[in-house]
């Protein structure tokens, strides 16, 4: 059973709940030349439950999807993603359904001068 923070209204616990989480500014380059490669979400979902996933660059105000996926069976799994280069993203994680975002990582790999 869950009760908005803001507003009125309850949910019953059969009904889907849509949510979304947004992440604030992370930075893609180092003075190394690194940059992010890939970013992986681990989570569990439900069965039905969809999760998409969003990236803003470089504070550009829209957001493009780059990954998505729907619970097929109950399971935890590692998500991986790959944004595109850019000197900073936002991220935006959004479903409908039952999920728990346990963590989310980056991987760095080193870039050229060019």
């Known amino acids: 059973f869950i009760r908005t923070i803001i507003g009125e209204g309850d949910k019953a616990d059969d009904e889907d709940i849509d949510w979304f989480a947004e992440t604030g500014i992370i930075g893609c380059f180092t003075p190394d030349k690194k940059y992010i490669s890939r970013i992986s979400f681990r989570l569990s979902i439900d069965v039905g439950t969809r999760v998409y996933v969003f ?47 346990f963590s989310i990582s980056k991987t760095m790999e080193q870039g050229s001068e060019l």
């Open 55 to 101: 990236a803003e660059y470089d504070s550009s105000g829209s957001w493009e999807q780059i990954g998505a996926i729907t619970g097929t069976r109950l399971q935890t799994f590692t998500f991986p993603v790959k944004p595109k280069r850019c000197d900073h993203l936002r991220l935006r994680i959004e479903g409908t359904g039952e999920a728990k975002i």
